[in-house]
């Protein structure tokens, strides 16, 4: 039996490869909480860090550097 992902046909209007770095640092539920916070504007560490306490991913302000430090270099 053949399944299909989807019932009705989707139509993609591209493509976006990663690279290892990149796809690296998106394979953690925090430092894709962060680029959500982030993409509502600019924030402090400290600020990102209020964020992420009132949610379920309470972190040191330093683990959130090193999280911010990753997804600076990807």
């Not at 053949?2 to 490869?17: A, H, I, M, P, Q």
Request: proline share 1%.
């Amino acid at each position: 039996m053949v399944g299909t992902l989807f019932e009705n046909e989707v139509r993609l209007k591209g493509v976006t490869t990663l690279g290892y770095q990149s796809a690296h640092a998106l394979n953690d539920p925090v430092r894709i909480k962060i680029l959500e916070i982030l993409s509502h504007g600019q924030m402090t560490t400290e600020e990102v860090y209020k964020i992420l306490c009132r949610g379920r991913h309470k972190k040191a302000t330093t683990t959130i550097r090193h999280h911010l430090d990753i997804l600076k270099n990807a």
